[in-house]
Each structure stands twice: as structure tokens, then as C-alpha cells.
């Protein structure tokens, strides 16, 4: 029988006791720990922090992530937590400052990412984060409110992945984009369950259910566009559409 663990994710960078204290208070069984990609970004503290976390936790890892970037940390925190499936997640909001916070809130609004985001009040407040955590202590903590939203399904992730890199997958698309029918040939290639758990008889099937399933959805929250080119549509990841993906692309490599 699995027993369920509780798991521990966190950015950091200028704290200290806000992220060692919640951890150890609540017998975490796993942290996970998210510093800046950028070395010379990540105070020398933050080690000693990761040593005293391994000391009462059964794993202990260390993820190197961009801090400018939310989606940089919302993608590293889902992929995280989906790690994790059945366990109890927390996820702190505040020990990394304004950007990894965004990041890792919205990570948890996805309903299936299914982790509790809380934020820490300190005891005191300091100033000089190279030498030293800009607070100290623990008064409180507090679970974040937020607001759930659908992410996009495994099988639109799976056409995202396409998108996001034709040529990659196929040198035939370094010279074109790829179509409406380059997604169903790929969807019946991968197996995705929109294709094949239906089995559509006909091409109007098939496509009537790209339709409904991956393009439509996907058009409605902006992440991709079709272009009609005479008798072709092509279809394209927007800027949001590669935010996304780079987001939530886990949910594909785990299915």
C-alpha cells in the first residue's frame, strides 16, 4: 500500500527560515527546491539551507530555473507536483520574490496540478539579502486563495509539441507549415486518444473530431492560429501557445 508523502516545493533565493521552517514544522517527507539559473543570483546562504533541509527530509532536490520568467517557474513547479500524484503538495509563494511567486500561484490554479500554494509571514524583517535572508523567523502561514483554470489537455499538449517545433519532428516541415492533416497523421501516429479511442471511419470524421477536441479549444484560448492557404489551413503556436507548452508539456511526457 503507497502512503501518501508530503511534499515540499519552493523557490528561493534571499529567504531562509521562511522556506526551512514551514518544511520542517510540517514533517515534510520530500522538498523539492527551486534556486535561479543564474549562479552568481543565488545568495551562498541558500546551500546551507539546502544542507539543513536534507538532515530531516527522505529526498531532497535542487532545480535550476529562471526567475525573470513565470513561465519559466510555473513549468518547473507543475512538472514537479505531477511527480507526485496522490501525495499532499504545498507549494511556497514566498521565498523567491514577485516573479517565481506569480509563477508558482498560477501553477497551482491548474486543476490538474492539484497543490496547495501558502505564503509565509515572517517574524522580522532585515535589509541586506547578499549577506544575509531579507527576514527571519516564522509567524504564520497561510494557504494562498486561488481560482482554478483548465490547462490544455495531454493530447493538445501533444499537438503543441508539433507545433512548437515541426522541423524537429519532421525536415519536411522546414520549408512549410504543418496542416490540418499533418495533425491527424501525427495524432494517429502517437495514438492520441481523441483519434483513438474513436476510430473515425472517414476524413471528415477525423477531422470534425481535431475540430472539437484540439484546434477549437486551442484557438479559443489563443493559443494557436489557422491560416487558410488555398485549399490548406495551416495551423501555427502563437506566442502564448509556447508559453503554455513550455508550461505544461509534462502532461504529455507522463501520460
Known amino acids: ?50 544542507d539543513e533541509i536534507a538532515e530531516f527530509v527522505q529526498e ?12 519559466s517557474v ?11 500524484d496522490g501525495d499532499d503538495v504545498y507549494v511556497n509563494v514566498s521565498g523567491a520574490g514577485t516573479i517565481p511567486a506569480i509563477g508558482a500561484t498560477i501553477a497551482c490554479m491548474d486543476v490538474s496540478t492539484d497543490a496547495t500554494a501558502y505564503y509565509v509571514t515572517p517574524e522580522s524583517y532585515a535589509h541586506d539579502a547578499d549577506d544575509h535572508p531579507i ?19 495531454p493530447d493538445q499538449i501533444a499537438i503543441m509539441e508539433l507545433l512548437a517545433d515541426p522541423a524537429a519532428i519532421d525536415d519536411r516541415f522546414e520549408t512549410t507549415r504543418p496542416n490540418k492533416s499533418d495533425l491527424i497523421e501525427y495524432a494517429r501516429e502517437l495514438g492520441l486518444s481523441f ?3 474513436r476510430n473515425p471511419s472517414t ?4 477531422f470534425r473530431l481535431l475540430d472539437t477536441h484540439i484546434v477549437e479549444p486551442l484557438l479559443e484560448d489563443g493559443y494557436v492560429t489557422v491560416e487558410q492557404v488555398g485549399r ?24
Open 232 to 255: 490548406r489551413r495551416l495551423v501555427e503556436l502563437t506566442e502564448r501557445g509556447e508559453n503554455a507548452y513550455r508550461a505544461f508539456h509534462h502532461k504529455f511526457d507522463v501520460r
Open 74 to 84: 510555473l513549468g518547473d513547479v507543475t512538472t514537479l507536483a505531477a511527480r507526485h
Open 1 to 50: 500500500m503507497d502512503v501518501t508523502q508530503r511534499v515540499h516545493i519552493a523557490p528561493v533565493s534571499s529567504e531562509y527560515d521562511r522556506v526551512l521552517h514551514p518544511i520542517e514544522e510540517q514533517r515534510a517527507d520530500v522538498a523539492h527546491i527551486l534556486v535561479h539559473e543564474n549562479p552568481a543570483e543565488v545568495p551562498a546562504y541558500v546551500e546551507d539551507l539546502c
Open 203 to 206: 476524413d471528415k470524421g477525423a
Open 135 to 153: 527576514t527571519s523567523g516564522m509567524e504564520s502561514t497561510t494557504p494562498v486563495p486561488t481560482y482554478p483554470i483548465d490547462s490544455p489537455t
Open 195 to 197: 483519434i483513438a479511442d
Open 60 to 71: 531532497l532536490t535542487v532545480t535550476e530555473t529562471d526567475f525573470a520568467d513565470v513561465y
